[in-house]
């Protein structure tokens, strides 16, 4: 499911549906794919991506036909899976720099929430045995310790915008101030 996500916001898929090939992958050079930056959402939460002919509409990086790009993205945990060892070579050329990731990894220490590190931590540690076995990385784990952060709930249920549950925070913040709230 994090892979295949009907979503606007994600990391396109890079790949091309060609009548002729079959599914491709884009070439190298015409990565990374972006996403069209005028679109309007729709109301209904379904992606904008395959109605938007200058998006899909492209031709097959193989026979040179008419293709269709692919209008699913991937999930957000995708980039923010190995985004840390990034962090530690922000400057390199080429996705992960040796000397650098070998310096600074694994993570000393991550702090999350449960719900996000739950998933976060598996994908993680997925994603950093892949670039282990690509030689990539040399560590086995991402992060080398773990806290966790609890849920705030309000009548016996997790408090979120979605549920629109929330506590307005500006009474408190004017009686005991923005970093006790905090």
């Keep these: 499911w994090n892979i295949s996500r009907q ?15 079959g599914p491709v992958p884009e070439k190298e ?34 026979c040179g036909e008419p293709a269709r790009r692919e209008t699913d993205t991937m999930d957000t945990f995708v980039e923010s899976s190995w985004y840390f060892a990034r962090y530690c070579c922000n400057k390199a050329e080429e996705p992960l ?3 650098d990731v070998d310096y ?10 449960i719900e996000h590190a739950i998933l976060h931590l598996l994908y993680s540690r997925f994603f950093v045995k892949a ?4 030689g990539w990385l040399k560590v086995d784990e991402p992060f080398a310790n773990l806290l966790t952060q ?33």
């Design 131 to 134: 670039l282990r076995d690509l």
């Design 97 to 99: 720099a040796a000397a």
């Design 29 to 62: 050079e015409n990565l990374p794919v972006v996403l069209p930056l005028e679109v309007k959402t729709n109301e209904d939460g379904r992606s904008p991506l395959p109605g938007l002919d200058e998006f899909v509409q492209t031709t097959c990086p193989i």
């Design 150 to 182: 609890g849920m705030v709930l309000k009548d016996g249920a997790k408090m979120s915008k979605s549920k629109g549950n929330v506590v307005d925070p500006d009474e408190m913040i004017k009686r005991y101030g923005a970093d006790t709230v905090r």
């Design 104 to 113: 600074w990894m694994p993570v000393d220490q991550y702090i999350g929430g």
């Design 7 to 21: 979503r606007y916001w994600g990391a396109p898929i890079p790949v091309v549906y060609c009548e002729t090939c």
